[in-house]
Structures are given as C-alpha cells and as structure tokens.
C-alpha cells in the first residue's frame, strides 16, 4: 500500500532544481529538531552518529537498488505556475548594521571578503506552486505527526519562502515511489539499474539524506515537475 503525501503552500518555496525538496530529508531534519540534535551544516562524523537515532525514528520504510539503501519515497511532484529569480544582498551598513564586534578595543581585523561578515549576492529561483506531492512507503501516521511540525519548506523560509498552510496524507492503492502509474521514473536511481524504457537525465546525486555525504551516479526523473500550459519565466 502506498501513500501520497501533499504539502499545500501558501507562498513560493525557493528550489534548488527539480528534485528538492526531498520528503526524507524534511522527515530527517524534523526528527533530528525534535530530538534536539539539529545542527547547521554538520560534519560527517556527526551525520554518521546521529545515523542510527535517525534510522530507529525515520517512519519510511528501507529499499535497496543496486547495492545501495534509500528511503521509499518519490522525488516532489508538482506543476508551477510561474518561475523566476530573486536576489538577496548582504553588505555590512555602520549605520544599519552597527560597528563591527570588538569594535574601539583594538583594531580589529574584520574580512568582508570572508567568514561570517563576508559580503555576498545569492540568487534565489522561485516557482509559483499551490501544492506539492509525495509518493512513499511507511507508517502514515507517524510521518504526518512529524510533517505537522514544518511549517515552511525550501530555502530562506525566514524570509517568508515555502510556508505550509497544511500536510495532508492519504493512503493509495498503489506503490509509486519509484516508478509512477504510467512506468515514468519517480525517484533518482543508479543509472545502471534502469531496467526499462523510461526519460531521465544523469546527475551526480545523493540517493539518500544528507545528500553531500551520499551521492552517485544517478538516473534522474524528468517528468515529476512540469510548468502548466501557460506557465511564465523571468
């Protein structure tokens, strides 16, 4: 028995491309939030401890394809509206900012070109999305009761980015978190392991969170994320 979760939006989630946000990943970050363990950007020597806590709560079920483990889940699946490309700046302002830390003590070296207070432009690449879909295997209950706890999705969700109104989760006749009603790919695999006539790109990737320490080469679907018909780009 399969399951189709739907996170229905309120504003445009930032994405990174069209496979993120992944549902094992919010599941993980949840978890690890309410265990008190969520680090930013933690080491692989902290991702491998927190390894076997988040595998004894993670309510997914285990699959296993060509020697690598993954969680039964799909790639997000949703039709946007409209696309396009923000910019967030940051720049150290002694009017809006203050003075720099240990300022008059003694002189302070302070590096806008890196560490903390470096200056940047970051491009953020937004899409106008009502509601996206996940496809997955495990305990219904227990996934909801921990998506119930994310209130936004995607990046920057301080600046207003990806809030959820609500989760919504319901069983389905069907297992299509790999492969989808009409046998089209639905979840990043090992390239060698396509066994049929299918569309997919080839991407670097990580088969499982946290998706730096994990990656392979994978077989990426093309067919989960689409534009509507008379969808816009800027």
């Not at 599941?27 to 390894?51: M, V």
């Not at 076997?52 to 699946?77: R, T």
């Not at 006539?197 to 969170?209: E, N």
């Amino acid at each position: 028995m399969g399951i189709k979760i739907t996170a229905h939006l309120l504003s445009s989630p930032v994405v990174m491309d069209d496979w993120s946000p992944s549902i094992d990943g919010i599941l993980e970050w949840s978890i690890l939030d309410r265990l008190g363990l969520l680090q930013p950007n933690p080491t692989r020597e902290e991702c491998e401890k927190n390894a076997p806590i988040i595998a004894e709560n993670m309510p997914l079920e285990k699959g296993e394809i060509s020697g690598n483990w993954y969680w039964k889940c799909s790639s997000p699946c949703y039709f946007y509206e409209i696309e396009y490309t923000t910019q967030i700046n940051k720049r150290w302002s002694p009017i809006e900012d203050g003075n720099p830390p240990e300022w008059g003590k003694r002189k302070q070296k302070w590096d806008s070109q890196s560490g903390p207070d470096k200056a940047y432009r970051l491009p953020l690449f937004e899409r106008v999305i009502s509601q996206i879909d996940w496809y997955l295997v495990g305990d219904i209950d227990r996934i909801l009761d921990l998506l119930n706890s994310i209130k936004t999705i995607g990046k920057k969700g301080s600046y207003g980015n990806g809030q959820v109104l609500k989760w919504e989760a319901k069983e389905i006749g069907s297992d299509w978190h790999l492969w989808g009603p009409n046998g089209e790919l639905m979840r990043p695999i090992p390239v060698g392991a396509i066994d049929r006539p299918t569309s997919f790109a080839i991407k670097q990737w990580g088969i499982r969170p946290p998706g730096r320490l994990h990656q392979i080469r994978c077989a990426m679907p093309t067919n989960t994320v689409q534009p509507r018909n008379d969808a816009v780009s800027s």
